[in-house]
């Protein structure tokens, strides 16, 4: 059974940096897509970055150059540094994990995901 718990949410000021970290057990061997996505108050779940199991790399547009998502391999842990953050950064973000790979579901959607994190909190002011 696969569990993710975040940490490293917390309130920072515009421009600043923060790292929040993804702590992945139960994973599988075989799986498709680790990410996180970000939700705001009155907005939909969005996407904010993925890795797929050999390295590769996908962020969503309002943050590229800015975040990057890596996944360490024998601490098991999933990260996202985000530099120069934004008020519009606010939201509560959450890791997920697809061991599935379901059909015509588009890795950058939520529902293309079977496990979630329960979500930490990054709030820019």
């Known amino acids: 059974h696969v569990q993710l718990v975040e940490s490293g949410g917390g309130a920072v000021q515009a421009e600043g940096c923060l790292r929040l970290t993804c702590k992945v057990s139960g994973l599988p061997d075989k799986w498709y897509w680790l990410a996180w996505f970000r939700q705001a108050p009155g907005r939909m779940r969005e996407q904010v970055a993925l890795?797929?199991?050999?390295?590769?790399?996908e962020a969503a547009d309002s943050v590229k150059g800015r975040f990057t998502i890596s996944y360490d391999r024998s601490e098991t842990e999933l990260y996202l540094h985000m530099s120069s953050l934004a008020v519009d950064d606010t939201a509560t973000y959450y890791c997920?994990?697809?061991?599935?790979?379901?059909?015509?579901?588009?890795?950058?959607?939520?529902?293309?995901?079977?496990?979630w994190g329960q979500g930490t909190q990054v709030t820019v002011s």
């Open positions: 997920a994990a697809d061991t599935r790979n379901p059909a015509g579901v588009s890795a950058r959607s939520p529902g293309n995901y079977n496990y």
């Open positions: 890795i797929s199991p050999r390295g590769a790399t």
